[in-house]
């Protein structure tokens, strides 16, 4: 169980599933409290993928010692710095975030931890300790060989407890915690453990009906496609990004294949991006509702109400 501690410094988290309105709500906060911003989402991370990951429009400036990415001259962090061929590990993220939640309190601004994937959140708030296995090229090599079912059939004998969590459709997750199995001779699931409480957090999260959900994920989509996705995916492959990649094998990317190889139309691809990300909305929400600290709010105001009271 998290505490209220008042020695800690403070982290405001701005979650909730993809389309839900994070970015304008983080972006007002940001200005209204003299914030900024560490995004929370593991595929704004990468550069020259703007259209297909919703990355808020923003420039790198030179800022005091360091380049920033701003937007609306709010600093944001952990944002499009990223090339595509790299891979970035929870590890990463949850060191690099608290560095930079450190480095706003230290300008005396207040951090504002905002994004949909549950993971990175929940390792900065309850500060996961995860080994740091290194990946192997031999190993994944064969493991990724292997069919969907052989690996989550592995993983089920080597760790039924992560076989029940991990989508049996992602390979890459079904192959990283095999991998961690393997060297560390102990299950991935037992692996996160929870050191002592860095930051006092209060987790605000944008509760918004499923039908206005889908709507505006509805719209997302089109506009990603009126906005040039397709252009910017060709452009990827242009430059030798591989279709196997982290980067290119997430939603947003992976509907396009079908189309840009010419082995299906647009509108089969369209309905399949906007099919998937209803999905992943749904398994974000369902990864946000286990945590019973977020306090859930419907309005922009609610939200600015309760941080006024939890920065006082």
């Known amino acids: ?58 420039e790198w400036k030179w800022n005091g010692l360091r380049r920033t990415y701003l937007v609306e001259d709010i600093a944001h962090h952990l944002i499009d710095f990223l090339d595509p061929g790299k891979s970035f590990t929870l590890t990463q993220f949850r060191d690099l975030a608290v560095k930079y939640i450190k480095l706003v309190h230290k300008q005396n601004h207040i951090p504002l931890l905002v994004g949909g994937t549950g993971l990175y959140i929940q390792s900065v708030v309850d500060n996961y300790i995860i080994p740091k296995v290194p990946p192997n090229k031999k190993l994944r090599k064969s493991l990724e060989e292997k069919s969907l079912k052989d690996l989550h059939d592995l993983l089920k004998k080597m760790d039924p407890d992560a076989a029940k969590v991990i989508d049996a459709k992602n390979k890459r997750r079904l192959v990283r915690a095999l991998e961690v199995c393997i060297f560390t001779g102990k299950p991935f699931s037992k692996q996160k453990l929870k050191g002592e409480q860095l930051f006092n957090v209060l987790l605000i999260g944008i509760d918004v009906p499923r039908e206005i959900l889908y709507q ?94 939890f920065l006082k």
């Open 216 to 309: 505006r994920i509805d719209l997302r989509v089109d506009n990603m496609i009126e906005e040039g996705l397709v252009q910017e995916i060709k452009s990827l492959i242009k430059q030798k990004y591989s279709w196997e990649l982290p980067s290119m094998n997430g939603v947003g990317y992976k509907e396009l294949r079908s189309f840009i190889e010419n082995r299906g139309t647009l509108e089969e691809s369209i309905e399949m991006l906007k099919k998937n990300t209803r999905r992943l909305a749904r398994k974000q929400m369902t990864w946000f509702r286990k945590d019973t600290q977020i306090e859930w709010v419907t309005t922009y105001e609610q939200a600015k109400n309760r941080i006024e009271e």
């Open 1 to 58: 169980m998290r505490q209220e501690n008042s020695k800690l410094q403070k982290l405001v988290v701005i979650l909730g599933p993809t389309a839900a309105g994070k970015t304008s709500w983080s972006l007002q906060l940001a200005q209204h409290f003299g914030g900024e911003i560490i995004s929370a989402d593991s595929r704004q991370v990468f550069k020259k993928m703007n259209i297909g990951t919703a990355k808020v429009p923003g």
